[in-house]
């Protein structure tokens, strides 16, 4: 069955920077929508950012200082996280939506890989 698997979260100070990524596989990927979601303890998950075969969009708390981008010969999206802060702590989660449903309907879902910023 399809999988998303992602990768690079750890602890950082805040002002910071990491790079999260998150592998497709068993799907095409090029035909996928890939958004990056996050859930702070207590809180529910939100939208993080999006991208289509080249659109993007954000969510205004991070806008200015992630940046989403995607590798199709990799089958891969990434999230590149700059400027962390403290409130950026959460579980980030990976998902995929099938190109041209709008609104997206994610339908597959990574594991999550935890980010904690410290301030």
């Known amino acids: 069955q399809v999988q998303l698997v992602e990768s690079g979260g750890g602890l950082v100070q805040a002002g910071g920077s990491l790079r999260l990524s998150c592998g497709g596989f068993?799907?095409?990927?090029?035909?996928?929508?890939m958004g990056w979601f996050r859930q702070a303890p207590g809180k529910e998950r939100m939208f993080v950012a999006e991208i289509g075969w080249s659109s993007t969009s954000y969510a205004d708390s991070v806008k200015g200082r992630f940046t989403i981008s995607r590798d199709n010969a990799k089958n891969t999206v990434y999230l590149q996280m700059s400027n962390l802060k403290a409130d950026d702590t959460a579980v980030y989660y990976c998902?995929?939506?099938?190109?041209?449903?709008?609104?997206?309907?994610?339908?597959?879902w990574g594991q999550g890989t935890q980010v904690t910023v410290s301030s």
């Open positions: 068993r799907l095409t990927f090029s035909n996928y929508r």
């Open positions: 998902a995929a939506s099938p190109m041209g449903r709008l609104p997206p309907q994610y339908d597959y």
